[in-house]
């Protein structure tokens, strides 16, 4: 009777212990209530997985008579094509993008695809070229921010810029975009010029 007695009294401490430890565990694991402004840790990790499992990617976008760089988060990826119509895509969302009227009203991208040539072809709804209103400044910027955007987020030679499926001229009669662009959107530009020919 006393060994059991003597086990009974050198057990219940080590067990009110183990029980406290773990009631203190779940609080701490699992407390989440709203109203304390402290994260639960398991919250803390989600959070932590979800930024880590994040990327950041570049939108360059017309702003004034320069080009604006917002960072966006997609999804972890190291498909090019999902980063290129993230970041491309962005740009005629205009999601995040504070500059509304930085692209023609309802344009959109209709595909993006990447040549064994290493260009990036992009291509764009007519709307890009039927609703610009704006001088030679305006279209550089656009031709310029999609470049740029492409440029920044992927390696590639160079971008093209197709409409409905098909090249083009021009998108606003100042810039010619039946060739790819890098040439026009990596040339230093004097912005009085430009105002000169727009």
Same mark, same amino acid.
């Given at each position: 009777?006393?060994?059991?007695?003597?086990?009974?009294?050198?057990?219940?401490?080590?067990?009110?212990?183990?029980?406290?430890?773990?009631?203190?565990?779940?609080?701490?694991?699992?407390?989440?209530?709203?109203?304390?402004?402290?994260?639960?840790?398991?919250?803390?990790?989600?959070?932590?997985?979800?930024?880590?499992?994040?990327?950041?990617?570049?939108?360059?976008?017309?702003?004034?008579?320069?080009?604006?760089?917002?960072?966006?988060? =997609? @999804?972890?990826? #190291?498909?090019?094509?999902?980063?290129? !119509?993230?970041? +491309?895509?962005?740009?005629?969302?205009?999601? $995040?993008?504070?500059?509304?009227?930085?692209?023609?009203?309802?344009?959109?991208?209709?595909?993006?695809?990447?040549?064994?040539?290493?260009?990036?072809?992009?291509?764009?709804?007519?709307? =890009? @070229?039927?609703? #610009?209103?704006?001088?030679?400044?305006? !279209?550089?910027? +656009?031709?310029?921010?999609?470049?740029?955007? $492409?440029?920044?987020?992927?390696?590639?030679?160079?971008?093209?810029?197709?409409?409905?499926?098909?090249?083009?001229?021009?998108?606003?009669?100042?810039?010619?975009?039946?060739?790819?662009?890098?040439?026009?959107?990596?040339?230093?530009?004097?912005?009085? !010029?430009?105002?000169?020919?727009?």
């Amino acid at each position: 009777m006393r060994k059991s007695k003597l086990i009974f009294m050198v057990l219940l401490p080590i067990v009110v212990v183990m029980a406290g430890t773990t009631a203190i565990y779940y609080y701490i694991m699992w407390k989440d209530d709203g109203r304390s402004g402290v994260m639960s840790l398991i919250a803390l990790k989600e959070r932590e997985k979800i930024v880590s499992d994040a990327q950041d990617v570049k939108v360059f976008y017309p702003e004034g008579a320069a080009l604006n760089i917002m960072i966006i988060k =997609i @999804k972890q990826t #190291f498909d090019t094509m999902k980063i290129a !119509e993230a970041a +491309i895509g962005e740009l005629f969302n205009l999601n $995040a993008i504070p500059n509304k009227e930085a692209f023609p009203s309802n344009a959109r991208v209709l595909g993006i695809y990447y040549g064994i040539d290493k260009i990036l072809y992009v291509d764009l709804s007519s709307e =890009i @070229k039927k609703n #610009f209103q704006g001088d030679a400044m305006k !279209e550089y910027l +656009i031709i310029k921010s999609i470049y740029e955007t $492409a440029a920044s987020n992927l390696e590639l030679d160079d971008v093209k810029i197709l409409i409905n499926g098909k090249e083009e001229e021009t998108i606003g009669g100042h810039y010619n975009i039946s060739v790819p662009i890098k040439r026009i959107a990596t040339q230093e530009v004097k912005f009085d !010029e430009i105002r000169k020919h727009g």
